[in-house]
């Protein structure tokens, strides 16, 4: 039995933890679209999903590719942060457009 993207998704959004931590969203391929940081993993992660959310256009295409969700607890905010910068300078994600050029 195959699980469909949407219910992946919902399975990932259900583990997702209550602490600091930086998350990748990744495309079918698996590549990095986006990296974020968050002092609330679930709140965050949680909240891109939400239908009554008001997102920017460049927003709601990036939700429509997300295909995966990988995250990484860190101790502090100032932890995810740093590891935030260096995710987006390792993976360059096109979504991270003012952080991936610097």
Sequence with gaps: MSE???????????TLPAK?????????SGKVI???KAINLRNRVRSYFHVSAQHTLK???LVRKIADIEWIVVG???????????????????????????
């Excluded at 600091?20 to 079918?28: E, I």
């Excluded at 096109?94 to 952080?99: A, F, G, I, M």
């Design 76 to 102: 502090s905010e100032l932890e995810a942060l740093i590891l935030e910068m260096n995710l987006i300078k390792k993976h360059r994600p096109h979504y991270n457009v003012r952080l991936k050029d610097d």
């Design 4 to 14: 469909t993207l949407a219910e992946h998704l919902e399975a990932q959004l259900k």
């Design 34 to 36: 986006y990296v974020g």
């Design 20 to 28: 600091p931590g930086c998350y990748l969203m990744k495309d079918v």
């Design 59 to 61: 927003t709601n295409q």
